[in-house]
């Protein structure tokens, strides 16, 4: 019986950190054995931009998209690749849309997620268009920024509906600095959202395919610091409700590579950010969690193309409003409702199953390639190239610091 060979591809903007990681694990993994005794081999390429014919057949069995969120030629690749030869993506490119934040929002309202009030206002200074003048004048009202804002209340936020890595963000606490933020958003459509005060914990997941790391995380510290390595500061109800929300959110749309924002007061979660096409794993800022995301990832892609799982370009979103619109259930039914159709949706027993039966070795490889020497090089290699040279040899110590206590852990 023949080995069956699976191209991953690799779409990436300027990031190299975790994709030469993901390469290194790729090349280790060795072949994977499916139920009838082929074996699978796994290798990686990195995508290059260029023409295309849309009847051309890919070599990849699955791509791992970093960039198709902002530039177009490549998703539209990621389309015709996903609809024409039924290549498995990470993350879908039919939902782009979604991740501009506002249609994410107003899903999870529809679902009954706990998200802040938001409102969103028109430009500022909309984009050039010679048609603008005329629809402005018959069809735009005027309105009152300040009554809006007294509305939700202050302080509030007001953050762009397409942004991300906090660009454009803004804290508001009274009407001038509503202004001046209004002012300066120019050509940007922006929400207005309230902001959840005296919550006890900021929370970050990252979710790749059924896997869920839910992090501590703190956005008024550098980045290198923001995830704190710090266990148990959720409780087991809460911490649950989180990585349903997670799943639930990734579900929906179809995304299998995400990070989801919520803000914990008492026992209440307010997700808040759900929509990030393009979620951070760099080396410097998940450091102590890195090697998690890394063997997730190399689990998720390798049950995808070894069981030849389908990937999904239709949405079926009134399962979900079925369940929203029930009135016999409560919040905490209607969540376990989502979550059971989350683990449909990413075929969660079987998954675990085969990281049993058929990847039991990957806790172990990616344990010893941490503690290699080519690990530290791409560690070095990475600090040299974030940071400036009189910073070197302290991140490079704070960072070795993090990983050695995450080889640490699993020893102990």
């Not at 090089?377 to 995450?406: C, I, K, N, S």
Request: aromatic letters at 14%.
């Amino acid at each position: 019986m023949a080995d069956v060979e699976h191209i991953i591809g690799l779409l990436l903007g300027t990031e190299d950190d975790w994709p030469r990681a993901y390469e290194a694990l790729v090349d280790r993994l060795g072949p994977v054995v499916d139920g009838s005794g082929r074996k699978h081999r796994l290798k990686t390429t990195r995508v290059t931009i260029e023409p295309f014919n849309l009847r051309d057949k890919p070599r990849h069995s699955l791509v791992i998209d970093r960039l198709a969120y902002w530039y177009y030629h490549p998703r539209e690749w990621l389309k015709k690749v996903s609809m024409m030869d039924d290549v498995y993506l990470l993350n879908s490119p039919f939902t782009f849309q979604s991740m501009e934040k506002h249609a994410a929002y107003c899903a999870m309202m529809r679902l009954g997620l706990k998200v802040p009030e938001t409102v969103l206002v028109p430009y500022k200074h909309p984009l050039e268009n010679s048609r603008w003048a005329y629809t402005a004048a018959r069809y735009n009202q005027s309105f009152d920024l300040d009554s809006v804002a007294s509305e939700l209340g202050y302080p509030l936020f007001m953050k762009p509906y397409d942004g991300g890595a906090w660009v454009g963000v803004s804290k508001i606490k009274d009407s001038a600095e509503l202004h001046a933020a209004y002012d300066e958003s120019g050509e940007r459509l922006m929400h207005l959202q309230q902001s959840v005060e005296g919550y006890d914990v900021f929370s970050r997941s990252l979710s790749i395919g059924p896997e869920t790391m839910v992090m501590k995380f703190r956005p008024e510290l550098p980045m290198h610091d923001r995830y704190a390595v710090e266990h148990g500061f959720l409780s087991d109800e809460t911490g649950d409700e989180v990585v349903t929300i997670s799943r639930l959110v990734n579900a929906f749309f179809g995304w299998e590579f995400n990070s989801c924002e919520s803000l914990v007061r008492g026992t209440e979660v307010y997700p808040i950010d759900y929509a990030n096409a393009c979620p951070d794993v760099a080396l410097t800022s998940l450091h102590y969690y890195f090697p998690w995301a890394m063997k997730a990832l190399l689990r998720w892609t390798t049950f995808c193309v070894v069981t030849d799982r389908r990937f999904q370009v239709d949405l079926n979103t009134r399962q979900y409003f079925e369940i929203a619109d029930r009135t016999d259930l409560s919040y905490q039914e209607k969540l376990a409702a989502y979550r059971k159709l989350a683990d449909d949706y990413f075929d969660t027993e079987r998954y675990a199953d085969f990281c049993a039966s058929r990847l039991a070795h990957v806790d172990e490889l990616v344990y010893d390639w941490v503690r290699s020497p080519d690990f530290d090089t791409l560690l070095v290699e990475t600090v040299r190239a974030t940071y400036p040279e009189h910073e070197h040899d302290r991140f490079v110590a704070h960072f070795r610091g993090l990983t050695g206590a995450w080889v640490a852990d699993q020893e102990g």
